[in-house]
């Protein structure tokens, strides 16, 4: 079956990539990630300058396959780095490259964007507005007033279609006032929901310890257990967002999950926490999956299902 899809504009020869974060922090991994068989890549969220990010151990699969806890603290080779690599990718590898960016502040996120609107260059940007990890930093995802006013500066600078990456929102009337805020943007082409489910704490059984060094053991929770979360946060905004896409992400461990993300509306599908476990063979397996499933229940291509859950 086709899942091919396109996003901002930009043709994806298949919906899947990796999420944000996962095998994309260095050259080597944004190898492995053009190597594999996602349809897109995209690179670990960017600040000004490189950090090292929180002390180790800052990641760790949940047993039982259920998902993952992390707090790596924004760590990344800074800005630069990405930039350098989005001036040598190669566009004609028919593979879109998109950018991560997660500034520190407005003035950081400002002076990131100028640099890649000056380099002029295809890759599509999408702005982390939901990094819970940074101790000190509250997330500007849910400050609705600082992520109107940071979008009324960078929509403008990036003047082509771009997207934000956003965290899980767990009520309806935060789902209208999110929605009320990107619908003054019309550069803005999607939202990628959803990030980690924040601070969460992970303790092992057996040795009464937090899984995780960070913040207490406090860190954001992906995988399968996030996926009902996902899938609503997704549906939410393809309701209130008309014109705009959703790239959607949280719990997709096979072809069943990306195929319940498209069913709520997703017109692609990132992979964290499976990504990180399995390695890149999964883009492999889960377009098999997806290809499958569509055949066997009639479906040629994505628009054929995208967005149509019913309700009762
Ligand atoms: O701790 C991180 O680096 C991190 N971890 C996440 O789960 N989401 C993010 O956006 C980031 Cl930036």
């Known amino acids: 079956a086709d899942i091919s899809t396109t996003l901002a504009g930009v043709k994806l020869p298949n919906l899947l990539f990796n999420a944000s974060g996962v095998c994309c922090q260095t050259e080597a991994d944004l190898k492995l ?5 996602s349809g897109s890549l995209i690179t670990k969220s960017a600040t000004y300058e490189q950090r090292d990010g929180n002390p180790s151990p800052r990641y760790n699969p949940l047993p039982g396959g259920i998902g993952s806890i992390n707090s790596m603290g ?29 500034g520190l502040s407005l003035a950081d996120n400002v002076k990131m964007c100028e640099a890649f609107v000056a380099a002029d260059l295809p890759c599509v940007l999408e702005i982390n507005y939901s990094c819970p990890n940074v101790p000190g930093k509250p997330q500007m995802g849910y400050d609705f007033e600082a992520m109107e006013h940071s979008l009324s500066v960078l929509a403008p600078i990036i003047n082509k279609p771009f997207g934000i990456k956003l965290p899980p929102y767990f009520d309806i009337a935060h789902f209208d006032q999110a929605a009320a805020v990107f619908n003054k943007f019309d550069n803005l082409a999607f939202v990628t929901c959803i990030n980690s489910v924040g601070n969460g704490l992970a303790i092992d059984f057996e040795t009464e310890e937090a899984l995780i060094k960070p913040k207490d053991g406090f860190g954001g929770l992906g995988g399968l257990m996030i996926l009902n979360t996902a899938l609503a946060n997704v ?19 096979s072809g069943k999950e990306a195929f319940l993300h498209v069913l709520a509306g997703a ?34 291509t994505l628009e054929d299902f995208r967005g149509k859950v019913k309700t009762l």
């Not at 800005?79 to 997660?102: G, H, Q, R, T, V």
């Not at 549906?235 to 461990?253: D, E, S, T, W």
């Not at 883009?283 to 997806?290: G, I, M, Y």
Request: positive net charge; proline residues 5%; without cysteine.
């Open 235 to 253: 549906n939410a905004f393809h309701r209130r967002l008309p014109g705009k896409q959703i790239i959607g992400v949280g719990g997709v461990v």
């Open 267 to 300: 017109s692609a599908v990132q992979i964290g926490t499976t990504l990180k476990e399995e390695g890149p063979a999964v883009f492999a397996r889960v377009a098999k999956e997806l290809s499958d499933i569509m055949i066997a229940k009639g479906y040629k």
């Open 74 to 102: 924004l760590p990344n080779e800074g800005y630069e780095y990405y930039l350098n690599y989005a001036k040598n990718y190669d566009y004609s590898s028919k593979k879109p490259l998109f950018i991560s960016l997660s």
């Open 33 to 37: 990630m053009v190597e594999s068989e």
